[in-house]
């Protein structure tokens, strides 16, 4: 059993904390490395000043809802315990769609891509450094049924 989901999680109250390239760089590995610990594999992702989109595709019994408030924690006492960051990360809600086809993921993929390019913060999306685009993680592919429209 799995299912893939795109999250928008806002920071609180939109505090604009990953203006902070050291922040934005360990949630980066804080999202990655969250798929050593928990059945989750991540696709896409941007990570703006004040929230940040993920592709994700939950394996087994995990609710989105759960795996998000884990990585959610495990970020916040990451920043606490490395930069003395001891104020609230996340709102408590985040938005989650659950991508159900190709052109559901299609439509994520863009979203996610574009959204530095929208607000003026690079020409292209592979220019923005706290996105999967431009990233030098390795990403894991999507699942078969999304690929129709978005090859891996």
Known sequence: MSATHFITA????RKRLFQNQKYGDLLTETLLSFRESYPVQIH???IMPDHVHVLLTIYGDLPANDAMQKLQRHFAEQVAQQFGYNGE???TSFHNDQVNNAEDCARCVKKIHSNPVRVGFCDKPGEYRMSSKASRW???PLPENLRELYPA
């Open 138 to 140: 390795v990403l894991d």
């Open 89 to 91: 990360v996340w709102e």
């Open 44 to 46: 896409d992702y941007v």
């Open 10 to 13: 806002p920071t609180f109250h």
